[in-house]
């Protein structure tokens, strides 16, 4: 099942690191994120994280950052809604 959040992450995903069209709509829960993706590199994760509270309307702190959350698209939706939820 498809949520809002996860429509939005997946566009945001694609506009932030150029993804070819349709890339992130074939991500699943287990698609590896930072260390899989050349796209997604430590300056991109500053951009990602940005258009996340922009578009998801949503406060990341510095302490709500961790590496885990960009482990894999599932880890970053979980705490994408998780988030959405807190607001």
């Known amino acids: 099942m498809t949520t809002d959040t996860d429509q ?3 566009r945001i995903l694609g506009d932030v690191l150029g ?3 349709g890339q992130a709509d074939e991500f699943d829960g287990d698609t590896g994120l930072f ?3 050349p796209e997604l590199d430590s ?3 500053a951009g990602l994280l ?3 509270e922009d578009r998801l309307d ?3 702190e510095d302490d709500d950052i ?3 959350m960009l482990e894999t698209y599932g880890a970053l939706l979980a705490f994408a809604e998780a988030k959405r939820t807190q607001s």
Request: glycine content about 10%.
């Open 50 to 52: 940005t258009e996340m």
């Open 19 to 21: 993804l070819r069209p």
């Open 8 to 10: 939005i992450l997946r």
């Open 66 to 68: 961790e590496g885990e």
């Open 43 to 45: 300056m991109a994760v």
């Open 35 to 37: 260390g899989h993706l």
């Open 58 to 60: 949503i406060l990341i």
